[in-house]
T-cell receptor, first 113, second 113 residues
Framework: ETGVTQSPTHLIKTRGQQVTLRCSSQSGHNTVSWYQQALGQGPQFIFQ???????GRGNFPPRFSGLQFPNYSSELNVNALELDDSALYLC????????????FGAGTRLSVL | AQSVTQLDSQVPVFEEAPVELRCNYS??????LFWYVQYPNQGLQLLLK??????LVKGINGFEAEFNKSQTSFHLRKPSVHISDTAEYFC???????????FGKGTSLLVTP
């Protein structure tokens, strides 16, 4: 067990709605990254936060946004949900200076109907 | 940019037999390499990592991998598998100075009695 916790575990939304997913990083970790894993695929990088600032972003539209809080917990927000947003969303935490080793939570399964 | 190719989408193997899961990568910069395992309906667990030094790295659950720079490969091996090793295995790379893991599409290992 990594110590990275995500909530909720499952979520069902309808197209056009907005969703917020939450992540609590492992103690001592100050970076948090979010990944999207579509069914049967490898995870795709969405973005990373470090010291409450976005540190880097993958090829995802602006309706995917995030926050990192002073206690290193994090949120992923997705606006105007589309059917293709249905996926497992994974949060990973790590420490800069440790070769970017990232430890993952169990994920949130989002279904968009 | 980096890319990761996992050469086998599915690998069936009998219990107690050896197994090799193949991973090739391409990158214009130096990278760190990782193998993660994903059990059904769970997040990703770090199996092992290559950061530097010895090209043979050992991980959890009896797995090991060998980094071959000339062939740009990082194949995962286990000399004797158990039923409990049935899972999805992901190879991933990250640039030495980067922050985003780049994953392969995964290899499904199915161990049968």
């Amino acid at each position: 067990e990594t110590g990275v916790t995500q909530s909720p575990t499952h979520l069902i939304k309808t197209r056009g709605q907005q969703v917020t997913l939450r992540c609590s990083s492992q103690s001592g970790h100050n970076t948090v990254s979010w990944y999207q894993q579509a069914l049967g695929q490898g995870p795709q990088f969405i973005f990373q936060y470090y010291r409450e600032e976005e540190n880097g972003r993958g090829n995802f539209p602006p309706r995917f946004s995030g926050l990192q809080f002073p206690n290193y917990s994090s949120e992923l927000n997705v606006n105007a949900l589309e059917l293709d947003d249905s996926a497992l969303y994974l949060c990973a935490s790590g420490e800069p200076g440790t070769k970017n080793i990232q430890y993952f939570g169990a994920g949130t399964r989002l279904s968009v109907l | 940019a980096q890319s990761v190719t996992q050469l086998d989408s599915q690998v069936p193997v009998f219990e107690e037999a050896p197994v090799e899961l193949r991973c090739n990568y391409s990158s214009s910069v130096s990278v760190y390499l990782f193998w993660y395992v994903q059990y059904p309906n769970q997040g990703l667990q770090l199996l092992l990592k290559y950061l530097s030094g010895s090209t043979l790295v050992k991980g959890i659950n009896g797995f090991e991998a060998e980094f071959n720079k000339s062939q740009t490969s990082f194949h995962l091996r286990k000399p004797s598998v158990h039923i409990s090793d049935t899972a999805e295995y992901f190879c991933a790379v990250i640039p030495n100075s980067g922050y985003a893991l780049n994953f392969g599409k995964g290899t499904s290992l199915l161990v049968t009695p």
